[in-house]
């Protein structure tokens, strides 16, 4: 089904969720995680972080890992990692968030609301960029060749949308959600895929199964790109190994043999075009370009000799749920010019502090595009000129007054950060 669906359930959830969170070579990104992951609404949850020794010290140095559950994982393998988050989440909705991403306020209430339907086996929500205002992910529809195509937009309502035949609706890694039971019994997610394609797998086996997806528009994370082995700080890949390997499992999988070929030489020319553009624009040289397809071609090879297997039903979780206290609040909004930014900064890190989740405007005599950010303090800080859009849909130069615009922002951030008190 790739239309829009039907309405699906409340706005928001109070079953008891787990969020997990794994982590591999980012341990400040991580702490961001964690942090922007505290601050959530949800009146029942509990953070499992699953993590490389330096991402587990890092929150202990923060001072973040009280409450927290955390186990160890050295394995560069994103499936076992989740897979052992799920050991350990006592939810009985279980989402994971990306080490490189933090959640808005309302994130996990709204993901979870539609898994309250037994006939709802996941959950998505929508993924902002960089910039914290573009879109960088929204609604897909994975193929059984491994490739997605977009799902037309349909407005903030959740949507549920059956399986059908000839593909599934997709969620996003860094913004999924299951219940627990549906994980446990499909064995959660299989560790053929190392890194790509995990979720996708499991959006297909869950679809065999007759399980319907939901996507949720209002349920937003904002996902940084971080560096890591496999990719640099501007988005270079530094390797394509796992992404052959991946997909050629994945194939073995979903896909009739007679297809592979086609769906490997389909990937191999869309990796060769991406690397050209980065080329092209002086990020890598010719000799880069060849040796990164030549780690497809070898990631390809190994993924022919890793092919999924059945996985057995996982057990029941190992600790009992271990929810956190829920924040005293209230919400606020602060708003000035930029020669006001040290004041009320001070005054945001001592509202949070407090227990507020703090929004903070910073408008200059500008049409700059704005900028959104969850900051090292805790709080979220939007920067632009005063003139200029944050929407990336709307005019490039606006005239506004500057109480006007606060008040523009604050109805524009409200659907996913919550109450804003100017």
């Not at 923060?62 to 050991?87: H, M, Q, V, Y």
């Not at 997709?170 to 219940?179: D, I, L, Q, Y």
């Not at 060769?272 to 553009?277: G, I, Q, S, Y």
Request: hydrophobic fraction near 45%.
């Amino acid at each position: 089904m790739t239309g829009a669906g039907s309405q699906a359930g409340p706005a928001a959830s109070a079953a008891p969720a787990s969020v997990v969170i794994v982590s591999r070579d980012r341990p400040s990104e991580l702490v961001q995680a964690v942090r922007g992951t505290l601050q959530l609404d949800h009146p029942a949850f509990e953070v499992v972080v699953v993590a490389d020794g330096p991402g587990l010290a890092a929150l202990a140095a923060a001072g973040l890992d009280p409450g927290l559950k955390t186990a160890r994982c050295d394995d560069a393998n994103i499936s076992a990692a989740r897979n052992a988050g799920i050991e350990l989440a006592a939810g009985e909705v279980v989402a994971f968030l990306d080490d490189d991403a933090v959640p808005e306020p309302t994130w996990l209430a709204r993901l979870a609301a539609p898994l309250a339907d037994p006939a709802v086996g996941a959950a998505g929500g929508f993924v902002r960029g960089r910039n914290g205002i573009a879109f960088q992910w929204r609604a897909r529809r994975a193929r059984p060749d491994g490739t997605a195509e977009p799902i037309a937009d349909w407005g903030d309502a959740p949507r549920l949308f059956p399986p059908g035949p000839g593909g599934v609706t997709k969620v996003e890694g860094t913004n999924m959600a299951f219940r627990r039971a549906v994980l446990a019994e499909a064995g959660g997610f299989d560790p053929a895929f190392r890194f790509y394609l995990d979720e996708t797998d499991l959006c297909f086996r869950l679809a065999a199964r007759g399980l319907a997806t939901a996507l949720v528009p209002l349920a937003q994370v904002h996902h940084g790109y971080a560096a890591s082995p496999r990719r640099r700080p501007d988005r270079v890949p530094r390797d394509l190994t796992e992404i052959g390997a991946s997909l050629a499992a994945f194939l073995r999988r979903h896909l009739p043999e007679a297809g592979h070929a086609a769906a490997l030489a389909a990937q191999e020319a869309a990796e060769r075009a991406r690397l050209a553009r980065h080329l092209v624009s002086g990020a890598i040289e010719p000799r880069d370009l060849r040796a990164l397809m030549a780690t497809f071609a070898a990631g390809v090879a190994a993924g022919r000799d890793r092919a999924p297997a059945p996985l057995p039903p996982l057990a029941p979780p190992l600790l009992p749920f271990r929810p956190l206290q829920p924040r005293p609040g209230p919400d606020l909004m602060l708003s000035g010019r930029p020669a006001e930014a040290a004041r009320l900064r001070a005054l945001a890190a001592e509202r949070v502090a407090a227990g507020a989740r703090v929004t903070l405007l910073l408008f200059s005599a500008s049409a700059r595009p704005h900028r959104m950010r969850f900051t090292p303090g805790g709080w979220w800080e939007q920067a632009g000129g005063l003139w200029g859009r944050s929407e990336r849909t709307g005019p490039r130069v606006r005239p506004w007054r500057f109480e006007a615009r606060v008040a523009a922002e604050a109805a524009r951030l409200e659907p996913v950060r919550g109450m804003l008190p100017i």
